[in-house]
T-cell receptor, first 114, second 111 residues
Framework: DTGVSQNPRHKITKRGQNVTFRCDPISEHNRLYWYRQTLGQGPEFLTYFQNEAQLEKSRLLSDRFSAERPKGSFSTLEIQRTEQGDSAMYLC????????????FGPGTRLTVT | AQSVAQPEDQVNVAEGNPLTVKCTYSVSGNPYLFWYVQYPNRGLQFLLKYITGDNLVKGSYGFEAEFNKSQTSFHLKKPSALVSDSALYFCAVRDTLAMRFGAGTRLTVKP
């Protein structure tokens, strides 16, 4: 399967703990995006990478959130001191370019903070 | 900022009947519009896009969408619905680098 992959698929954590998610994009795509989706809503943009450079961050991305993409390949999204409001589906997408290029999404990581 | 709206939370159709899932947009400049489908416990799958050119765009699984500039709409259509089309559908618009998604429309196709 050469699509976007995400790990883990599910994560249950206690409030205050740190969590890290991984995304492996389609290999030839140099653009990578993170979105958050809550129940009954469409995905909301969090952050964007072109190669290893993080070029845009949403105001939704508080200082507890950090994302990296070392060497422009896979990416990680870390949430520190998790809160119950962080419970959501975290989606990763990649694309071959911006503008007219569609984004291809992974299956997501569902985070539950108890 | 660019945005899209999906006025219907739920659409119900009978198998074999035509279906329409509505989307309206608000953009400055020329819009790049997309439709995605989401099945339970799975990521979003790309269906089709409008960038420029012909107002009727054909996509995956027999879906098509009609771009209407005067009505600022980009409705998703299919001539004959299948039960397997039941899913959550999202309209999206490209906003500089990110996609802006609508809230989604749940399509239920009944046998």
């Amino acid at each position: 399967d050469t699509g976007v992959s995400q790990n883990p698929r599910h994560k249950i954590t206690k409030r205050g703990q740190n969590v890290t998610f991984r995304c492996d994009p389609i290999s030839e795509h140099n653009r990578l995006y993170w979105y958050r989706q809550t129940l009954g809503q469409g995905p909301e943009f969090l952050t964007y990478f072109q190669n290893e450079a993080q070029l845009e961050k949403s105001r939704l991305l508080s200082d507890r959130f950090s994302a990296e993409r070392p060497k422009g390949s896979f990416s990680t999204l870390e949430i520190q001191r998790t809160e119950q409001g962080d419970s959501a589906m975290y989606l990763c997408a990649s694309s071959a370019g911006t503008g007219e290029h569609e984004q291809y999404f992974g299956p997501g990581t569902r985070l539950t903070v108890t | 900022a660019q945005s899209v709206a999906q006025p219907e939370d739920q659409v119900n159709v009978a198998e074999g009947n035509p279906l329409t899932v509505k989307c309206t947009y608000s953009v400055s400049g020329n819009p790049y519009l997309f439709w995605y489908v989401q099945y339970p416990n799975r990521g979003l799958q790309f269906l089709l896009k409008y960038i420029t050119g012909d107002n009727l765009v054909k996509g995956s699984y027999g879906f098509e969408a009609e771009f209407n500039k005067s009505q600022t709409s980009f409705h998703l259509k299919k001539p004959s619905a299948l039960v397997s089309d039941s899913a959550l559908y999202f309209c999206a618009v490209r906003d500089t680098l990110a996609m802006r998604f609508g809230a989604g429309t749940r399509l239920t196709v009944k046998p």
